[in-house]
Structures are given as C-alpha cells and as structure tokens.
C-alpha cells in the first residue's frame, strides 16, 4: 500500500522508526574523503531522516551493514571460546536496486554455499530493506546490462520529492507506521536505460583465461583492492587471531574484508603464493563476477553499480574491460 | 544453529618426529574422517591453517605439519597432554570406492603424501583390493623422508619406490624426480589403472604430464589441491578456482575437474 | 625632454627600472600563484600595447610585463585596475587607477594546493591571499610561502616564513583490513612512521609529519583527515650572498590563524630591531635573530599568542646553511 506525507510529517516517522531500529543509510561524511576537502559516502547508523544521502550512489555500498569490515568471530581463552552477542535491534537498511540485487549474491554465499554462516545469518534475519529508487541513472552503473535495474524484494520504498514524501509498505509491520498518511498509489523509480552499458562475453572458453587484456589492466593495477571494498557482491575475508598484549594466551578471533587484488590473498604457510601476477588477479576478479559465478549459481555476480570504475585511482574501468572482452570473444 | 566457525579442543595423545621440520601429531577426535580431507587447526599466537589429515585411527586423527611460516612453527613447541582447537573434517577427501579393482598408481612429493597416507594404508593392508598398487615418492634428501617406518611395512604388501631429489654418494635407494619413475611403469590393462598425485603445484603438473604419455584418459587420474583457506566454509573465498571451491569441492578433484581449474 | 622620473616612487609603485634608459617594466603580483585566465588576456593586452610583447613569469609568481616606456606608466598603472582587483592584491582605496603599492614585502607564493593536487592538506591560494590582505602593503622585506604538503614544492624552507600543510591522521581499526597499503605508503614516500601491530596501525606521533600520505593510500577510508587543518611553521630560511640557509621547523600541528598572528607581530621584532644600516631597509630576518637573538624574536612573534594544546613548538632554534660573510 502506498502513502503520501509532508516531508516533515515522513520526518518524524522515521525518528520514531529509528528508535525501534537501527537504520544503516548512505551518509555524506565531510572531509573523509581520499583528499583533502573532499567528501564520502558511506553507509552509517542513522536516527534522523535528514542526514540520509538519497541523491548521490554511495561511495562504498551497503554490505558493511550485513558484514561487518571487523568482525570479532569469538573470544579466546586457553581452553574456552565465547561469542559475541548478534544484533539487539532489527535493521532497516536503505539501498538502490543495484545493491537490493547484490543481497542476493551475498545470501547466495553466506547462506547457500556450502555451509550456512551463523553470524551473516542472525544478522540477516534482523535485516528489513528499504529501497531508494534512482530517478535518473548514474554514469558509470550499468544495472540496465546486468538486469538489476529493478527489484521487489524491499520492504518499504521512499521516496523524497520537494516538501512531500511518499512510501510503499509492503512489510506489514513497518506499514503500521505509516497508516496515517494519505492513500495514494506509489511505485518505485526504476532507470531503463544506463549511459554506460555492457555486453557479457558470450563463449568464455580457456583461450579467454589468456586474454591480453588481462595483462594490459593488471599491468596498471596498484593492488590496492579499492574495487574489491566498494563492491556489493565481493564478500571474501581474512580470519585473524589477535593475542592480548597483557595476557597472551587470550584474545579474539576476527574476520576482516579481504582483496583478490592485494597481496597476500593466495599466500600459503611456507610463502607460496598462487596469483603472483597481476593479471591472473584481473582475469580471477573479473571472471569472478562475470563468469564464475554464474557457472556456479546460475546468475552473474555483478550487479552493474559501476562503483570499482568511479573508485580505482588509476582508472581501470571494469565495464570497457568487460566490453572489450566481449568483442576479443565475438 | 550449528555455528561451523566454533573450533572444539583436542587432546595432542603423541607426536612423532620424521625430520627436523615434519612432525606428526596424533590428536583426539572423534567423528567420521576420509583420507584427504583436512581440519582447521588453531596455533596457539598465530592463528588458524588448514591441515590435511595423515591418519585416522579409533578416536584419533594425524596431522603431518611441515615446520614452514609462520602458522606451522608454534605447533611444534606443544607437547603430548597439551589442547589445540581444531575443527573438521572438511572437503570431499578420497573415496577409496574409486580406486578399488584397479591398477593402482600414488605418486606423491614431500608432504603431498600426507593426504594420501590414508589411502595407501588402506591398499597396503588390503592389497587384494586392488589389481595392484604403486606408491612412488620423492623427497628433497633422504633426511626429509616422512613416514620411513610406513614405508618399510607398506613395501612388505605393496611397490614402494622412494626417491630422493639429492643423495650422499653412498645412498644406495632410487634417486631423482617421481617423473623418472612414470614412464617404467607396467600395466595389465592401461585401461584399468588409476592415478593418484599430490605435491608442490609444479610437481603435479610435470607428473601429469607424464602419466599423459601413457595413454591415460583425464577420468583415471586424481589429484589434491592445497590452497589458502581462511574457512573451509566456502565463505572466506580464498581457496576458490572458477566455479569450484576448494575448500568444499575438493581438495581432491578428478583431473576432468582439475584440468578446467584456473588459480 | 629628459625624463624626470622619481624612481625610488617608481619601485615603491611595483615597477622596475630596467638597464635599458628609459625603459620600465610593470610587475603584477599574484597571491599564491592562482589567477583567472581572463588575467592572462588582460596582461597580454598591456604587453602587446606599451610593452616590447615579453612577459616574465617572475620567480614569486607574478607577471612582469617588459619594455615598457617610462612616460607611458600612468596610463598602464589604469590598465592594472582590474587585474589588481581579479588576483586580490590588497590594494590601498586611494591607489584606485594607480597601481598598487609595492614594498619590501614580497608576494606571498604557494604551490597549488588543494584546488588540484591530490597530496595538498589545505587550500594554499585561499591562505596566501589571506596573508596577503594582512601584511601588505608593508616595506619590510618578508618572505613568505605555503605549500600543501611537506613535499614543500613550493620551497617554502627558502622563506623567512614556510607554512607546510599537516592533518593529523585519523585511524579508525573497524575500517582497518589490513592492507597494509599506509605502513608500504609511509616507508616509501615519507618517514615510515606506521607499523602494524596485532593486524592494526601503529603510528609513531613522534616520527609523523602529518603528510597525508597514509590517508591517500587507505582504501577503506580507515585512515581519514581531521577535521582540523594543521600547519607546520618553518622560519628563517633564506638565499643570498652572506648565509643562505633552510628554514627550520618552529611550529608543528599549529593552526592558521596564530601562523598569521606570527607573521603580523614579527614586522613589529623588525621594526624595532632592524639594523640602522640596513639599505633600503632591507634586512633579513634571520640576521636579526642572529643579532638580537632567538628570545627576542620569540617574545614579539609570540605576543598574544595562545597555541593550541596539541601545538609543538620548539623552543630554540638554530640555522646552519653556507657562510660567505666570514662571520663566527
């Protein structure tokens, strides 16, 4: 059901919503850009509808809501080990189509693959969706290409237009809170068409693994993994033990955000590592998210966002890769 | 619901030496366990690394650890009596069900065996299950030989060749790479042989190389893969070649699987 | 006629009498370096009309337009108005349509800061003109500069006054993946203040220089600027033919407003300290504190002074640099 408010009617809802939840949303963060005097954003905890970012994409995408970038496995002692505590509070996280898509693939691995993840999935389970439509398309997504453009798997859409406000509820309990509002028909803003489009590599076959171009980008490539970190659908991480320094036989066990593209990924004990070269870490990340994973699950990996392209200091962009791709395999 | 991540603490009931940098460890577990497969174990300062079991006894597993970075060195400064947190059993590990009924070829290099010990022992003590069974393994010098007294026993029911990369004049035993040994290798029916290789990544790529020149179809032939694995879980993503995840679709995969995997 | 031209005036009135009899050139100064192109037309303009069609960018960021005929000054000094006005020289209400005073002072310089280079930790244009409007016109012979980061491209370290862009690094562990992008940034391009420790950053405060440069590499926006701009005071560096010398640190983590504070209460140490020798009045500062002392300087820089908390100052200073003056 749909519902029309005044921006300050929607407004104070939401303090109230945001008492019962913890709501993660994009956030402008002064200054905390990579430069000086430059800003980001990136997903935080909310309380007030205002300091929601609802018209730029954020920089880095909502999954560090779901998975945290740090997150302490269990504590340690010599013969013990304890969990931490899951969420207290339900979660309303706010994303676009693209990123609403990308919970899929993230489900798809935590919860699908293999084993399920107990720490994903009590998060999960907390977690409501509320969808942020994209009245224009952003220039480096390309969501149209990879069929993300449109999702109904939100729980609640809003949409902020001038001094109104408008909301479709479609989970039952968040739609108590907006009972107040005028009934009015309200369906999310979907882009059609990208300026920025892709076409898929069709007949990958070994010869493709050798590509040139996997060269020519992973030549350029720093290692840096900034692409790998604003992804939505890269999930991959590291375990570490930390050993307190007052008492070392305790401590904690953490997973933390791991890059294909960085070094170490592959490095086993004794310092054998299996991707050395830059190229075979392109050809890994991108066959990944084009390939791989469809093999795998039967849906590609990338959800089209465009965020790796707007992020990577030396201006590797993922998409032409893919097209061109595409054309060497034509 | 079952948290997978929770390791349980096993009791270290002996170890045994087999050079200055391999040990065994024979620890308490009980549960179902493959040849093949491998746990999680944690190090005590340092963290978790994946160890494939070497033996699997009544409520005892082995693990063979080579004393290299970082992980690997606390392990040895425990004793028997002391706990590690371990868990497992991951992966698909080896289905003897497999091998049985054919001529049987294990090649493997340095601690490669380790995986496969389960196997052979298996052959050894039942050598009429198969046509025949074959174990070469090569090692860098005859002081980093693992398991030397399994040799002795394994060779009184089945053929051992054990070669050394590098031999003392007077070392009497076969010396060279395992490849050496591929191409005298005599078969029944080539048809019916099946090929077991575990190792340094170079090492299997030279000996499969080799058993190709026998005329051996892709399906006869089995390896096992040691990659990084953060998990074993299918989460960490470490251990992931194309579509296949080590730590849940291998460590062993038939060569059909194993020759479309990419690292 | 003879030419009957006050040329002490002249000077004072930011021109240059040249080798050639008869023959000025018109210099323009620009604070920090940052100007509209539309100047560029404008400057063009004058050469091309008075002038011989030369301009010299000048060493301080400035243009000086040559071969300019003496008698033709008044008419030029029109033509500057609306340059003076576009670069922000801080301009005396009386001097409209006359040029601009000029002096001992010289043109505050800057490299381009944070409008375009990504290492700048503030924007030294907007700082320069700043300055500029504090301390000109003034005849004593200042030397001032910012640059944004302490790769000092401006060379900053060759002026009575280097300002040196810091931010003091914020770490935050729960975005910290490890990467270990800062520790390889900082041994490589600056001090190799970071280490990891137990998988998170170690920074050295002692050894930091508050480049930026771990800020730039962190890929998770672990490490972040604050919010605080800082500044490093470098003093006393200088060229010249007695004791040119590098300019040491005196302030580190010190904030603007006291830089400029600084700058303005050390024309007063000069005033009164300036050697009744001096030609022209021109003195450089480091030889007074030579003279007179490190203490001395302190107590008029210092006046009114409340530094922040987390400014360090050191509290002696000592120059070394090339003697050709004979002096002990």
């Known amino acids: ?36 005097d430059v800003d980001v954003v990136r997903y935080d905890k909310v309380s007030s509808l205002d300091e929601i970012e609802f018209e730029k994409k954020s920089d880095y995408s909502f999954k560090e809501a779901l998975l945290p970038i740090n997150e302490t496995i269990f504590y340690f002692t010599e013969d013990e080990t304890t969990v931490p505590k899951g969420p207290a509070k339900e979660r309303l996280v706010f994303l676009r189509a693209c990123d609403l898509n990308a919970v899929k693939r993230l489900d798809q691995i935590y919860l699908k693959n293999g084993f399920e993840d107990f720490y994903y999935k009590r998060t999960r389970e907390m977690t409501k969706f509320v969808l942020m439509g994209c009245k224009e398309s952003c220039t480096s997504g390309f969501c149209v290409s990879m069929g993300t453009n449109t999702t109904d798997e ?17 989970d039952e309990k968040l739609a108590e809170a907006f009972k107040s509002g005028n009934e009015e028909a309200v369906s999310p803003d979907f882009v059609s068409e990208n300026p920025t489009k892709v076409t898929l590599p069709k007949n990958i076959t070994p010869e493709t693994m050798k590509s040139e171009l996997f060269k020519e980008y992973g030549n350029r490539c720093i290692n840096c993994g900034r692409c790998n970190f604003v992804c939505p659908t890269c999930t991959c991480f590291t375990m570490q033990d930390i050993f307190y320094k007052d008492n070392e036989k305790n401590g904690e066990r953490r997973r933390v955000w791991a890059s294909c593209q960085v070094d170490g990924y592959t490095e086993i ?6 991707r050395s070269d830059n190229a075979d870490r392109m050809r890994f990340k991108v066959m990944h998210k084009i390939h791989d994973f469809e093999k795998r699950f039967g849906y590609h990996m990338c959800v089209g966002c465009g965020r790796c392209d707007d992020v990577c200091p030396e201006y590797i962009s993922y998409s032409n890769l893919v097209n061109r791709l595409g054309k060497e395999c034509e | 619901m079952k948290n997978e991540y929770i390791p349980q603490l096993s009791e270290i009931k002996e170890v045994i030496k087999h050079t200055d940098l391999e040990y065994t460890f024979r620890m308490a577990f009980d549960g179902e366990v493959k040849p093949g497969q491998f746990f999680e174990i944690s190090i005590p300062k340092y963290g978790e690394a994946p ?18 970075g970082k992980v690997t060195d606390e392990v040895f400064e425990n004793y028997v009596g002391d706990k590690l947190f371990i868990r497992g059993p991951y992966g698909n590990g080896f289905d003897i069900n497999n091998y049985k009924g054919n001529e049987i070829v294990i090649i493997g290099g340095g601690t490669g065996v380790s995986p496969m010990r389960g196997v052979i022992q298996h ?26 007294k399994d040799f002795e026993e394994w060779s009184k029911t089945i053929n051992v060749i054990k070669t050394v990369d590098n031999a003392p004049e007077e070392y009497d035993g076969p010396t060279g790479m395992v490849t050496k040994y591929i191409p005298d290798l005599k078969f029944q029916d080539i048809k019916n042989a099946v090929f077991i290789c575990v190792g340094p990544p170079i090492m299997i790529k030279f000996t499969i190389m080799e058993i190709q020149k026998l005329g051996v179809a892709d399906e006869q032939i089995w390896t096992s893969y040691e990659r990084k694995m953060c998990c074993g879980l299918g989460k960490c993503g470490h251990c992931k070649m194309d579509d296949k995840y080590v730590c849940l679709d291998g460590p062993v995969f038939n060569y059909t699987e194993a020759k479309e995997l990419f690292d | 006629m003879s030419l009957d031209i006050n040329t002490k005036k002249a000077k004072k009135n930011a021109w240059r009498i040249t ?12 604070p920090g370096g940052y100007c509209d192109a539309e100047v560029l ?9 008075y002038g011989n069609g030369y301009v010299h960018l000048t060493t301080r960021q400035g243009f000086e337009i040559e071969g300019i005929h003496l008698e033709d000054m008044e008419e030029v000094n029109k033509k500057l108005q609306p340059i003076i006005e576009k670069v922000g020289i801080n301009q005396n209400g009386e001097d409209k349509d006359k040029g601009y005073s000029a002096s001992g002072t010289r043109n505050v310089s800057a490299c381009i800061g944070n409008n375009v280079c990504p290492f700048a930790n503030y924007n030294t244009s907007n700082l320069a003109r700043r300055i500029d409007k504090e301390i000109f016109p003034n005849d004593l012979h200042f030397k001032v500069a910012c640059t944004g980061c302490s790769n000092d491209c401006a060379k900053v370290r060759m002026h009575d006054f280097g300002i040196i862009g810091q931010t003091m690094p914020q770490y935050d562990p729960m975005r910290c993946v490890s990467c270990n992008a800062c520790v390889k940034g900082c041994q490589s391009l600056s001090v190799g203040a970071l280490r990891l420790e137990n998988y998170k950053i170690v920074r050295d405060t002692e050894k930091c220089i508050g480049c930026g440069v771990c800020v730039t590499k962190c890929p998770t926006r672990a490490w972040t600027r604050s919010e605080k701009k800082y500044y490093k005071l470098t003093i006393m560096g200088r060229t010249g033919k007695k004791n040119p010398r590098l300019g040491k640190d005196w302030l580190i983590w010190a904030d603007e407003d006291n830089i400029v504070k600084i700058i303005k209460n050390t024309y007063a140490f000069v005033e009164e300290y300036i050697s009744p020798n001096a030609p022209a009045r021109k003195e450089h500062i480091g030889y007074i504190i030579d003279r007179v002392g490190f203490e001395k300087f302190k107590e008029y820089a210092l006046k009114d002074v409340e530094l922040m908390p987390e400014t360090i100052m050191n509290n002696t200073v000592y120059w070394d640099g090339i003697h050709f003056d004979n002096q002990h």
């Open chain 1, 1 to 36: 059901m749909g519902y029309k408010f005044s921006k300050e009617e929607m407004a104070s809802i939401f303090s109230k919503l945001a008492e019962d939840y913890d709501v993660f949303a994009p956030v402008v963060k002064k200054g905390d850009g990579t430069f000086s």
């Open chain 1, 154 to 170: 939100y729980d609640l859409y809003l949409k902020l237009d001038g001094d109104n406000a408008y909301v479709e509820a479609k």
């Open chain 1, 269 to 274: 004990a004794g310092g054998h590592g299996f």
């Open chain 2, 51 to 68: 160890i494939s079991v070497s033996g699997i006894g009544d409520g005892l597993v082995d693990f063979t650890i080579r004393r290299v």
């Open chain 2, 123 to 148: 052959f050894a003590k039942n050598p009429t299950d198969a046509v025949s069974t074959t174990v070469i393994a090569g090692f860098k010098s005859p002081d980093d030989v693992l398991f030397k």
């Open chain 3, 19 to 30: 080798k050639e009899r008869g023959i000025g050139a018109s210099r323009i100064r620009v």
């Open chain 3, 41 to 49: 037309g404008m400057v063009q303009e004058i050469a091309q009309t």
